[in-house]
């Protein structure tokens, strides 16, 4: 029986523990092959070089932003027209003058370098995550909207007609009731003309 | 009975054919009258103290001045005149956006209907994006969406998600519009359209029916209503905003603009016939977007392809069309530029442009963003949408008859026209296609044994319903719902009429007469009959002979006419003189055009 097919962190605790002399009287006890004394070849008979493995970082948070030196050249430059389309799209003020522009430019792109390393890892096969719901089956059920949750709507119709017979929703008379509700919309209006909201579509602020 | 009020023209009509064409007469044209009046087999002989013009000339001088208008406006003849569509294949989808007809909006129990006028009173705080609202399906609009989706022939789907699209506008006070972008809860659906539909016959190719595609019906949210107060001041009302709305979108299967305005009325006729959306295009509660293309013949455009149908050329998208006409007014527009652009060598920009009624070519309203600006993303605040197949079996079997099937029904059955037909359906939501069935049966029933067969009673009660007594309450004002003549009263004056006890004369003077009273209890049409002595007693053959040489005696330059210049046509003329000359309810025109021929030696 090899060592290498017993469980890594049990191999793992087992070499940590033991001082050279004692690591290689254990092999002798497991392992059909001699004792061995180079470290790297550690997959092979389980002996993980810890130290080593943890000497270098494999990755850095700091990947996450753009080296302030480096310009990657396969990251596209963002334009002014780019930028100003965004701000459109989201009803934010246009930069005030050129040094701003640069200052959101150079965010943006921040950013984007960022955004970048997110879509890097691997998520082929992975629904993204909407909401958090109960996504069991009983779960679904109970959401399923079905005959029982219709009953009430299905009863408020009426048929129509003998001959030619209709399905119709009685409708509400004209006028008929108080306004609905107790709040008064017209009371969270900045502006306001008789019952309408006004808003000022010119292009000043 | 009231024979002297039926001869006078409706004023109201005149008045409005005199506000709306600047004549050099102040007179009302005369021809309206005689329209009018032979429209109820009366005679076309202008009534006294008006301008008499005669008819013929008149509708010549109609035609003539239509004409010369049409040329004036440069409204191009669609025919096969037009060269160019030898060469140029037009395609175009439709996107509909129906208002359903539900009590509440779609993500608040804000009512949709009551306090007409009110503005801002129908608003929920989530309508008016309240921070910290969150939105809240109302279950009961799934109902009348499912009936739509069913009647379109679709897919229903039993998970679909809402999703938000987000833009900027003051009509949107959220900054999203919840809609089902991704995952429509129906897909996959057709219509069907025939030639009587409208459909011209270069796009049936031979066959009976053509079935336009429908891609998917989705659920979405309306806009709040917006009136703009110059120069840049606008007034908002949020009763509209959160209404439930559907948009089918339709294939581009489409090849003509008759064909388009064709699909648009055939969508909107099912709807309304499921009770699914009621307001109809000219209320606004339809609007119809279109996309056109254009493409060179036997090429494939600039290779574009839009769900399943490639070898398209760029489309533009118009938006905002409020009626049929403006449908197939604004395609052809966007057509005829289209190919001018690019046969001038151009290339065609995917664009959103604006059509207004009147206009002889579309607008730009602003450049085509693409569908990534509008960054649509599952709404987190809201459950996926899941139908149960139970509901929708139920659903599906519990569908009212569609129009389509009502019209073919009520060909077969009672033998009207196609036009006809489509017409007494479509009329007061159904209602007077109810009442003709009840009459029909009535009649059946009345005339007993001796009854005509079934298709040409229907004929008979279609007639009388849809052009004696839809003339009637035209011409009177009155709305179908005051109309106080019940099936029952409108059976019997057939029945009279058809065992030959009154003449047809009389009949529709009953009708009329009917139409006026508003007591109650209202008296019988027997009662009215007797009472009225209008009962056919018939003049006998001597009596029509000397009835006819008295008025042939008194008018001798007419009886030349007929004689020796052989115009036929004033034989009526005589047989209307007899009608009126002789005594109420006993004067049958047919049997005295018998005679009246016989005596013209004609």
Redesign the interface.
Known sequence: MRLSSLPLRWALRRNVSLTPAHASKCRRAFSTAGPRHDRSNSAETGNVDVEKLLSEPTWSIASLLPRPDARPDHAPQLSSKQLHHLLRLSALPPPKDVAEEGALLSTLASQLHFVRQMQSVDTTGVEPLRSLRDETADGEKAETLGLEALQGALDGEEVRGKWHKRIRRPRAERGSGSEYGEWDPLSTAGKKVGRFFVVEGGKEA | MNSSKLRTAPLHLSRALHSSVPTSSRVPRACIVSKWLSSRNFTAAPPLAQESIPLRKHLKDEAKRKKAEAKNNGVVKEGKGDPRLDNWELTVGVEIHAEL???CKLFSN??T?????????????F??A?PGTQPQFQ??T???ALRAAIALDCEVQRKS?WDRK???H?DQPN?YQITQYYEPFAKNGTVSLLASDGVPATDLNGADSINIGIKQIQMEQDTAK??HHP????????NRAGHPLIEVITLPHIHSPQTAAAVVRKIQSVLR???ACVTGMELGGLRADVNVSVRERGTEGTGSSYSGVSGLGQRTEIKNLSSFKAVEDAIIAERDRQIAVLEAGGVIEGETRGWTLGAKETTRLRGKEGEV?Y?YM?D??L??????S??VD?VRS?M??LPDE?VGRVQKQYGLTVKDAKTIVDLD???R??FM??TA?LVTHGLGDQSLDQLKIGKLVGNWILHELGGLLSSNEISWNNMPITPTELADILINLQNKQITGRVAKQLLNGLLEISTSPRPSVDRLIDDGNLRLRPLSEEGYEALATQIMDESPDMVAAVREKGQKGKVMWFVGQMVRRGEEGTVEPEKARQVLERLLGS
């Open positions: 007809n539900t009590a804000a009512p209907e009551g306090s007409d006028g009110v503005a801002n009173s129908r608003v929920a705080p309508d008016a309240l279950v009961a799934l109902l009348p998600g987000h833009y900027f003051w900054g917006t009136t120069p840049s001041t606008y007034h908002v009302d949020l016939g499921v009770d600006d960054r599952p987190a605040d459950p996926p949408l899941v139908i149960g139970d509901l139920h519990t009212p008859e009502t939501e159904g209602d296609l109810e069935e009840e049966e």
